[in-house]
């Protein structure tokens, strides 16, 4: 599986974009190279995104909730605990619409364990007091822990409104590193007015799954690009904080969990992030055992979280697929060799999931 697919649908002018419809409505089937036999369909689907802005699906509410590069970073810290958010956008303190880029709650995980410990971090204790005792931590602005201002890495692949909505789907699907995509009123101003992730463009796909036509019978083993061996995978029994390691690491937003039998029983990711208690309580659950961790999490009835592991095999189609990862609310499905054994031999992530879309 290639490491980055990058998204050049989104610098074409316009009339690229209509020799691109004109393609797209010639397709009938499959080049017959291909391994698969499935007919291509779906060409209605991507008809409407060629025809339908990015604008047209709902501002996300992170919107809402934004944060200036000098401001505290403990007070954006809990906005995002309390709001159960992955990420926030960063606007420029001279340009309060101008936007500069995200900080994610992994970036401050990341510093917090990194800054305080184990020795403190693994007590159970109050991290809100702990950081207000911490006069270094007291000073730190959000600017000091941000990972990837757009400036440095350009992992959120920027549109503007004018853009197609088939141009941010072919984004996603083609650049498994971009998960949400900031639309700026221009690129002179860059003024946020949306963003699209990942999630919402699945659900998409979900409530317009009668235009897919025999596509949504296309089967695992004949999907193009996804990752068939080689999966990360992580024990039960290790700490948690090693198993975030591991996804920093290796550049990744989810891990498999095993038992002692190497059976998958459930998987990690960093959206198990969202369970931080706003009661400060979080921290030191990253220094039990995955199995431990992952418990917490179950037990609280907020969080919305499948309770037992979520899976596919290689003959399932891309409309139960598709139905399990959107139904579940989850961002990876691993692919297991039997139900028997349930060894992961295979993942599809969602930007996976959307590059079955194209021909």
Known sequence: MESKRKANLAT????KKQQKLTEVSDVKTMDSTSNSSIPFDGSQLLLKLVNSRAMSIKTRDEVIF??????????????????GFLSVPVFQQTDKKRWYGFIDLLDIVRYVTHHFGSEKMSIEQDFWKLSEEEEKFKTLTVNDVMR??????????????????FSAFEIFARDPNVHRIPILDNMANRHLVSILTQSQLVKYVYDNMSLLGNKKDLIVKNMSGIQMGGVVTVKSSIL???????????????VAVLNDKGELIDTLSVRDLKAIATD????????????????????????????????????????????????????????????????????????????????
């Open 66 to 83: 934004s944060c200036e590069r000098n401001d505290n970073l403990t007070k954006v810290f809990k906005g995002l605990t309390e709001r």
């Open 240 to 254: 948690a904080i090693e198993a975030f390691k591991i996804l920093e690491e290796k550049d990744i937003n989810g």
């Open 148 to 165: 990837y201002p757009h400036t440095k890495d350009n992992r959120f692949s920027p549109i503007t409104q004018n853009y197609s909505l």
């Open 12 to 15: 074409e002018n316009d009339s």
């Open 280 to 359: 400060g309580s979080f921290f030191w659950k990253l220094y039990r055992t995955v199995e431990e961790f992952l418990g917490f999490i179950k037990n609280d009835q907020v969080t919305v979280r499948p309770r037992n592991p979520v899976f596919c095999m290689d003959g399932d189609t891309f409309e139960a697929v598709l139905t399990k990862i959107y139904t579940n609310s989850i961002h990876r499905l691993f692919i297991v060799d039997s139900i028997e054994t349930m060894k992961p031999v295979g993942v599809i992530s969602l930007s996976d999931l959307l590059l079955q879309l194209f021909p």
